[in-house]
């Protein structure tokens, strides 16, 4: 049984429409990245330029994303099987692919793990399961409290009904966003931080 609360949240929830992302959050491409038999995610940065990259390891191996222009830099069809995923390792990791080759990335999915659900500058993602298992990914501006209507302060950004979510968080910098199905990437982006004084 649920409270009247709980209720009114899950009704709250299941109204709410998927919308675009705010400004300043840009959506990298105009379509999901697919990526069948998705098993997890992880942010890195890379090396040369500075840009969020996002690794993603699948039943294909591992998988290495510009995470501003979505553009695949790397590709590990055939990784060594004692690494190919994050549960061969205590703290989730598998070792990169290309400018990442020997750097470890933590692995949030299946196996366990997370990523950052805040950014330095306030923005906070959820997930929600008002008709589990189909999750709803909840991107907002008010830390979390989703008040208000659906377009003022939080925004329903993804909704995971043709596929398992794996992961859904920002990068370590605050300036990506990723949510990873067991089949897509679907990637936002923007160009900085507003934290005020």
């Given amino acids: 049984m649920i409270t009247e609360y709980q209720q009114r949240l899950r009704e709250r929830y299941l109204a709410a429409a998927v919308m675009s992302a705010p400004a300043p959050w840009q959506p990298v491409l105009d379509h999901r990245i697919a990526v069948g038999g998705l098993l997890g995610i992880g942010?890195?940065?890379?090396?040369?330029?500075?840009?969020?990259?996002?690794?993603?390891?699948?039943?294909?191996?591992?998988?290495?994303?510009?995470?501003?222009?979505?553009?695949?830099i790397a590709r590990?069809?055939?990784?060594?099987?004692?690494?190919?995923?994050?549960?061969?390792?205590?703290?989730?990791?598998?070792?990169?692919?290309?400018?990442?080759?020997?750097?470890?990335?933590?692995?949030?999915?299946?196996?366990?793990?997370?990523?950052?659900?805040?950014?330095?500058?306030?923005?906070?993602?959820?997930t929600a399961s008002p008709e589990w298992p189909h999750d709803r990914v909840i991107?907002?501006?008010?830390?979390?409290?989703?008040?208000?209507?659906?377009?003022?302060?939080?925004?329903?950004v993804f909704h995971s009904e043709y596929s398992e979510l794996r992961a859904a968080g920002f990068s370590p910098s605050g300036l990506t966003l990723a949510v990873a199905t067991s089949s897509d990437l679907t990637l936002w982006t923007r160009p900085e931080l507003r934290i005020e004084d």
């Fill in 43 to 72: 942010f890195a940065v890379h090396p040369d330029t500075g840009h969020d990259l996002v690794m993603v390891v699948s039943s294909d191996g591992h998988g290495l994303f510009d995470a501003v222009t979505g553009e695949k």
């Fill in 139 to 156: 991107l907002s501006a008010d830390g979390g409290a989703h008040k208000g209507p659906t377009g003022g302060t939080w925004w329903h």
């Fill in 76 to 126: 590990d069809r055939d990784p060594d099987p004692a690494t190919s995923t994050p549960d061969a390792h205590p703290d989730l990791t598998c070792p990169g692919p290309g400018p990442l080759a020997g750097t470890p990335v933590r692995i949030a999915g299946l196996f366990g793990g997370g990523l950052h659900s805040t950014t330095p500058d306030g923005w906070t993602l959820d």
